[in-house]
């Protein structure tokens, strides 16, 4: 199992990571099959680490139908552009930039694919590992309206965060053992 593989590379001094990640991806019964792997992959792609990515995919991959798998591979890459472009817009000083129009084609977020939810989700989770602001707010106010918890959004968050902390980790000891 690939999530054993990845657990068994994170180094003593992250213990707690080790175990995190194996109770956000391997004991997670808050979220749906689709939702949890879903996540995990968008997260991976989100993370930038080759090594995350390659031990957690085939794993995603295995777990999603191929419309979930597209799906959540679009969302991280359309929350690359929305995360960027939206950020700027937000912490630049001049509001005028708000009004513009944004002129970007994001049309998988209206059709992705999948259940407009579990897109959402994802798309928040890829944007709580980019830092958008304004997107968190965007998609977490979608996923309330559409009746999500919070205790389930807040899911998706704690898997990225763990991803995240994960392949920082394991990239800077790659790094380091060079």
Known sequence: MALDELKSAIPDYAKDLKLNLGSVIGNNDKLSQQQLWGTV???????????????????????????????????????AMNNVFYRTRHLLSDPEYGTLRAGLRMNVIGNPGVEKV?????????????????????????????GVDRETIQEAFKIAAVIQAVGTTLDAEAVLAE
């Open 118 to 146: 579990d897109f959402e989700l994802w798309s928040l989770a890829v944007s709580a590992i980019n830092g958008c602001g304004q997107c968190l707010d965007s998609h977490e106010q979608v996923l309330r309206k559409a």
């Open 41 to 79: 992959l968008s997260c991976a792609i989100a993370a930038r680490s080759p090594k995350v990515l390659r031990e957690l995919e085939p794993e995603a991959k295995a777990n999603l139908s191929a419309e979930a798998y597209t799906a959540a591979k679009s969302a991280a890459a359309v929350m």
